[in-house]
């Protein structure tokens, strides 16, 4: 039997935007054999191997950062239908012990991350292209309020890789790619209509893949 397209979904946007709240509440939507969601979080490259600044701080928010070859082999590999596994990245917390993931093949695939719109190799394997912000100061708050609070982190540090890894990358690299984006959802203070189109449309290419 011939193998349907996957249609193809890239999802990115500043970090602090509130990709991750918008990509829970668009997956809780859908069932596995309905949407598969791989995150690029889980592709970058071992600790040791990231870049370190000029104050020997590593830098997790460059391009560099990502294994961006094993990132498009897995997404290449769902398009095709065939099942991933994955062991978790806990470059974050060294104590946490990763976990396997596994992703299913499904007819809609939901790709997200920073440089999901950068990477030429992922972005043309892309069939629609969201773009989700927010004002700098309502991303600052919530990226403190992720690193300090919820994985305590010094204020200090959270402070010094916003301004210098996080900004600097998403004003030169990440921000430009919203004027190619499909869709531009704002979220600085809430995203549920917007959320309720793209499920809407998304649950229309399920059912027409998977028919």
Do not use: W
């Amino acid at each position: 039997m011939t193998q349907r397209p996957v249609f193809t979904v890239g999802i990115t946007g500043g970090s602090g935007s509130g990709k991750t709240y918008f990509l829970q509440g668009l997956a809780a939507r859908f069932s596995d054999k309905e949407m598969c969601l791989i995150s690029q979080d889980n592709y970058y490259k071992p600790r040791d191997q990231q870049p370190v600044d000029e104050n020997g701080v590593r830098n997790f928010d460059l391009p560099v950062s990502i294994d961006r070859d094993a990132f498009r082999a897995d997404l290449l590999k769902l398009k095709a239908g065939q099942d991933v596994e994955k062991l978790q990245y806990t470059f974050n917390n060294p104590t946490a012990e990763p976990k396997i993931l596994l992703f299913k093949a499904a007819p809609v695939l939901v790709v997200e991350g920073l440089f999901v719109q950068y990477f030429e190799e992922i972005a043309g394997e892309l069939d629609l292209r969201v773009f989700v912000e927010a004002k700098d100061h309502i991303k600052l708050g919530r990226r403190i309020r992720r690193d300090q609070v919820e994985r305590g982190y010094d204020l200090d540090d959270v402070l010094y890789r916003y301004q210098y890894h996080v900004m600097p990358v998403y004003d030169t690299l990440i921000e430009p790619l919203k004027h190619q984006a499909d869709l531009v959802i704002p979220n600085n203070h809430h995203f549920s209509r917007a959320l309720e189109v793209l499920v809407a449309f998304l649950r229309s290419k399920a059912e027409v893949s998977g028919t």
